[in-house]
């Protein structure tokens, strides 16, 4: 055969061979990798571990808050943990109507009832909660103890009770009183203070006067105008409340996170470094053993937040705070009455200690709001060995390439 015959053929074979091998060459671009060259040797192991000896030292400092400076004061029964009370003093009443100024006042002929409203912030789910009003006869101040008032709280001085409707859970609540429940003003000053108590194991939470809607007493009057007799209203504001719990429920042990004045406990971590710096934290929470059953109103509960510091300067030390209430560190919400083990999530305590060296290994707990209940809570301290504070992790060590 002479090459001239057999060109043809192998043309045909060569295209037909090229077909084929295009034809197995291509990529599929939805198929998943299945090439072992473009996967990590090795595995992610992701452990879990318990700290035991995490907190190296704490403290409890007493005194971040006050009870007249919180925006509102909590009113308890009995049948609870802790009882307490609440007082108010309400700016000055006139024996003219009009005010002091005598060319505008005018006398008044009879006093003819009272209004007393406030308004309701929180509240107990019990049915049938009322609010009782006493007259007390002193005039209370900063100094003044549960002792100082406690003989005023008995029915000889009762004013009256104040019904709050089952389905109210905010809002405000207010009764009126016959000029005879309160005959007894200051002759000097004119100025009224009353106490409030709720009956039974439920609460109310009502609003101070570092709020905007603090409580009113409205006083209607009669009175001569040249000639005719007409009635006419005048309004006082409170200008100090406060509220007390019973000391004798408010007893301490252990480190005290809330309560009155609020305390605060401050705890100095040890973790790690190869944890803090060398390892992807999936979640950090932090286990506190009660040293005694959350203490507080019957049926309420409250909550207990966690700060990173800014810098470690013991009671003062600055917090770090990442804006709204639901961007905090960490935080949960603790019934009155728990003895169980308590976890928050401190995985942002930890991510804020990776972020930046300089941040202390501290961290501050303590109940929001801040001295706005006879909320209260005792932990174990770091020194028991009966339930010391640990911390839970759950963490991937970081990934070493090899030959690296």
Same mark, same amino acid.
């Given at each position: 055969?002479?090459?001239? +015959?057999?060109l043809?053929?192998?043309r045909?074979?060569?295209?037909c ?15 998943p ?14 452990r ?42 309400f700016?000055r ?31 107990s ?21 549960w ?7 008995d029915?000889?001085a ?7 409707d ?7 609540v207010? +009764? ?6 309160f005959p ?10 009353v106490?409030?108590r ?5 609460f ?28 006419r209203s005048?309004?006082? +504001? ?42 992807q ?7 506190l053993?009660p040293?005694?059953p ?9 909550r207990?937040?966690?700060?990173a ?6 009671a ?12 905090e ?25 990776? +972020?930046?060296a ?5 961290m ?13 809570l ?16 759950t ?10």
């Amino acid at each position: 055969m002479s090459d001239r +015959a057999a060109l043809p053929l192998g043309r045909s074979t060569l295209r037909c061979l090229l077909l084929l091998a295009l034809a197995g060459c291509r990529e599929s671009v939805t198929a998943p990798g299945l090439c072992p060259e473009f996967c990590l040797a090795g595995e992610f192991a992701m452990r879990d571990t318990i700290l035991s000896n995490v907190i190296a030292a704490d403290s409890s400092f007493v005194g971040y808050r006050f009870a007249t400076h919180a925006y509102r004061m909590q009113v308890a029964g009995s049948g609870g943990p802790v009882e307490s009370r609440g007082l108010v003093t309400f700016t000055r009443f006139f024996d003219t109507y009009g005010g002091s100024d005598s060319s505008a006042s005018r006398t008044i002929l009879t006093t003819d009832s009272f209004r007393l409203s406030f308004n309701l912030v929180r509240r107990s789910p019990a049915p049938g909660l009322a609010l009782l009003v006493y007259r007390v006869g002193i005039r209370p101040d900063t100094a003044t103890t549960w002792d100082d008032v406690a003989p005023f709280f008995d029915d000889t001085a009762l004013v009256g009770s104040i019904p709050i409707d089952d389905t109210l859970q905010t809002g405000t609540v207010a +009764a009126a009183f016959p000029a005879g429940a309160f005959p007894a003003f200051e002759p000097d000053s004119f100025m009224m203070s009353v106490g409030l108590r709720v009956a039974g194991p439920a609460f109310a939470d009502i609003s101070t006067v570092d709020s905007i809607t603090a409580t009113v007493l409205v006083r209607y009057t009669s009175h001569d105008s040249v000639g005719t007799t007409v009635t006419r209203s005048e309004a006082r +504001a409170a200008f100090f409340d406060t509220f007390l719990g019973d000391p004798a429920s408010l007893g301490t042990l252990g480190l005290r996170v809330g309560g009155l004045p609020a305390a605060r406990v401050l705890l100095r971590a040890s973790v790690p470094a190869n944890v803090v710096d060398s390892t992807q934290v999936v979640r950090a929470t932090l286990l506190l053993v009660p040293a005694q059953p959350a203490l507080g109103a019957a049926g309420d509960t409250f909550r207990l937040r966690v700060h990173a510091l800014g810098a470690d300067f013991g009671a003062k030390s600055p917090l770090i705070i990442e804006g709204a209430d639901t961007l905090e560190m960490g935080s949960t919400k603790v019934a009155v009455g728990t003895g169980d083990t308590i976890r928050i999530d401190i995985t942002h305590v930890l991510q804020a200690w990776r +972020a930046s060296a300089t941040l202390p290994r501290s961290m501050m707990l303590r109940l929001v709001p801040e001295a706005a209940s006879v909320a209260a809570l005792d932990l174990l301290p770091s020194s028991s060995p009966a339930g010391r504070p640990s911390l839970h992790l759950t963490y991937i060590p970081l990934y070493r390439f090899p030959g690296r």
